[in-house]
């Protein structure tokens, strides 16, 4: 279990890091007047917080540090969005309430689950800004120029529930193909034990 939840992992991470820089590298060369930005970080946090949890602070940090390099932030931004993006993990709280099959199966759910986890980005970043001398009005400007990322987290969790496994929990997900495998194994011995002869 540890060695396809670590290789999971590193594929996610890989994932995110490929898809931030080539985001970020497209925006600069055919939208550099754009305000708004476009980030996948919340999208694929929050697919990695429902499949393992907590390790998804990985994925927070790892899709900060690619922003910043890419786009040469200095080192008070590093602590913004690194430190600012693991605040997406309090949608976390969601499975306190409900646990993760409610979250996925219902619409009005997974849609609370990314908002929480955005909501909770903009805020770790605007405090860890408040924190190196930012103006509280900063809130507006975060929230409004990474909207786009809020409408991306929310279409792509939607979509990645209807596909199975890949927006549900990893242990759960396994013992169910499991079980099912081994139905589907005793069923095929039924038939062939009890069948009847050609």
Not at 1 to 15: E, H, S, T
Not at 156 to 181: H, K, N, P, S
Not at 189 to 197: H, I, R
Request: net charge negative; charged share 15%; proline share 3%.
């Amino acid at each position: 279990m540890n060695q396809y939840r670590n290789i999971d992992l590193a594929i996610m991470l890989a994932m995110l890091v490929t898809a931030e820089v080539v985001i970020n590298i497209a925006a600069r060369v055919w939208f550099p007047l754009e305000a708004y930005v476009l980030s996948p970080m919340t999208a694929i946090v929050c697919i990695v917080m429902m499949r393992w949890g907590p390790y998804a602070a990985v994925h927070a940090v790892g899709g900060g540090l690619a922003l910043c390099i890419v786009s040469g932030a200095e080192i008070g931004q590093y602590a913004v969005y690194c430190i600012g993006n693991c605040f997406a993990l309090t949608a976390l709280l969601l499975f306190k309430k409900w646990d993760k099959k409610t979250v996925r199966t219902k619409i009005p759910l997974t849609i609370l689950f990314a908002v929480t986890a955005f909501c909770g980005v903009q805020i770790g970043r605007w405090l860890v800004g408040l924190v190196l001398g930012g103006s509280i009005s900063d809130i507006v400007r975060l929230v409004t120029t990474d909207s786009l990322s809020l409408i991306f987290a929310v279409l792509t969790v939607l979509i990645a529930r209807r596909i199975d496994g890949l927006f549900e929990d990893q242990v759960a997900y396994l013992l169910r193909t499991q079980a099912e495998r081994m139905k589907e194994q005793t069923e095929d011995y039924g038939d062939t034990e009890y069948g009847d002869e050609p």
